[in-house]
């Protein structure tokens, strides 16, 4: 599987726990959002780690893979703050819904702009490669 197909399991994966999570927000425990935060984790990971460095290299794609890396440090501080209040905390909802719709947008924009991007910088054999990659990390 290339890396487009990989990220875009996990992305249709990440929505599903998401809408999971937004449905059952009464019931919600620390273990369902220990696994969100996981995921997230790992997505965020593998695509520093293995997708963005190769996009970086080269020119046409190398402000949307900055930019990615930024909306995953806002993830990354959201997740933060979330993890350090208590779920009854009044701000926790409130803070999961922007995480939510942060997620959302990084994950559209990434499936309808760098994706294409990507393809025109990216060798296949590339592209194949670093979904490798990803997908052994995101496991």
Same mark, same amino acid.
């Given at each position: 599987?290339?890396?487009?197909?990989?990220?875009?399991?996990?992305?249709?994966?990440?929505?599903?726990?998401?809408?999971?999570?937004?449905?059952?927000?009464?019931?919600?425990?620390?273990?369902?959002?220990?696994?969100?935060?996981?995921?997230?984790?790992?997505? #965020? $990971?593998?695509?520093?780690?293995?997708?963005?460095?190769? @996009? /970086?290299? !080269?020119? &046409? +794609?190398?402000?949307?893979?900055?930019?990615?890396?930024?909306?995953?440090?806002?993830?990354?501080?959201?997740?933060?703050?979330?993890?350090?209040?208590?779920?009854?905390?009044?701000?926790?909802?409130?803070? #999961? $819904?922007?995480?939510?719709?942060?997620?959302?947008?990084? @994950? /559209?924009? !990434?499936? &309808? +702009?760098?994706?294409?991007?990507?393809?025109?910088?990216?060798?296949?054999?590339?592209?194949?490669?670093?979904?490798?990659?990803?997908?052994?990390?995101?496991?």
């Amino acid at each position: 599987m290339d890396v487009y197909s990989v990220l875009k399991n996990d992305h249709d994966r990440i929505r599903r726990m998401f809408s999971e999570f937004m449905e059952k927000k009464e019931q919600v425990g620390i273990e369902m959002f220990s696994q969100l935060k996981n995921r997230l984790d790992a997505h #965020m $990971k593998a695509e520093e780690s293995f997708f963005y460095p190769v @996009l /970086e290299q !080269e020119r &046409s +794609t190398h402000e949307p893979a900055l930019e990615s890396i930024e909306e995953h440090h806002v993830t990354k501080l959201l997740l933060g703050e979330l993890d350090g209040l208590s779920l009854s905390d009044e701000h926790w909802m409130p803070k #999961m $819904k922007v995480l939510k719709e942060v997620t959302e947008h990084h @994950l /559209e924009e !990434e499936e &309808s +702009t760098i994706f294409e991007q990507a393809r025109k910088a990216v060798s296949e054999q590339q592209a194949h490669d670093i979904g490798q990659a990803v997908g052994k990390t995101i496991q």
